[in-house]
């Protein structure tokens, strides 16, 4: 049977590791807690926000704003889960379980997608860096790619660094998408129209591949690069 330890008490991060960091949120991790990980949003000094850009100056000067992303995310994830599109222990994406209080304020509780229910996986990004993506990866990445577009989500940052390969609560491996879920965008077009929601992961996935990968948005398929070569096993 498939448990969580959820937390119960307030965190005290500062016991916790930070494992990843982007430009909005610090991720944590405890031994304590195995199966999640815990997002908090970073102060607005933290963010290396820009002196004249849009963004930038809501972040610094209405807090409701701050919290926009994490609100898409998981409006996002709920629209998902209700859709019935793909069963939800064989989701794209990190499952998100609410939140918790620490000492540092509210953290998102998120799954965390490990290979062997405590290390994190790898990234596709670390993946092509130890150039170590065979044919079976390919495969996966090509499901998960098809799952992304069947799912109807709407996304805002398909790259390598977000996508991670562990195994799901049903056992099996894929690669699935930890961050950039939700329309951010001030016209919120991606949540209305698949077509454009397959338009943008398209041109995310064209850009993932670099040297190594082609992608046919016909097939919705990755395929290796003319001169490319998909490693293998030992």
């Not at 500062?14 to 997002?39: C, D, H, N, T, W």
């Not at 379980?97 to 998102?108: H, I, M, P």
């Not at 996508?163 to 879920?181: A, H, K, M, N």
Request: charged share 25%; hydrophobic share 40%.
């Amino acid at each position: 049977m498939y448990h969580i330890n959820f937390p119960k008490d307030v965190l005290n991060l500062s016991e916790f590791q930070i494992v990843a960091q982007g430009g909005e949120r610090l991720v944590y991790q405890s031994e304590l807690y195995p199966e999640l990980l815990f997002k908090l949003q970073k102060r607005a000094f933290e963010r290396g926000l820009k002196p004249w850009d849009l963004k930038s100056f809501l972040l610094r000067t209405n807090p409701n704003f701050r919290n926009y992303i994490v609100v898409r995310e998981n409006k996002e994830f709920v629209n998902l889960c209700l859709n019935g599109a793909i069963p939800t222990n064989k989701l794209p994406i990190a499952r998100l379980y609410g939140f918790a209080e620490s000492d540092k304020g509210t953290v998102q509780i998120v799954e965390k997608i490990s290979i062997d229910g405590h290390r994190i996986g790898p990234t596709l990004d670390a993946i092509f860096s130890k150039c170590d993506f065979g044919a079976h990866d390919l495969a996966m990445l090509n499901r998960f790619a098809l799952d992304l577009l069947n799912s109807r989500l709407a996304t805002n940052d398909v790259s390598p660094s977000n996508i991670v390969l562990g195994r799901g609560s049903d056992g099996e491996q894929r690669f699935v998408l930890v961050d950039g879920i939700g329309d951010i965008q001030v016209i919120p077009i991606l949540t209305f129209f698949q077509a454009a929601r397959k338009a943008h992961l398209v041109r995310r996935f064209t850009k993932i591949g670099g040297m190594r990968l082609d992608f046919d948005p016909a097939t919705f398929e990755f395929s290796l690069a003319a001169g490319a070569k998909a490693t293998s096993p030992d």
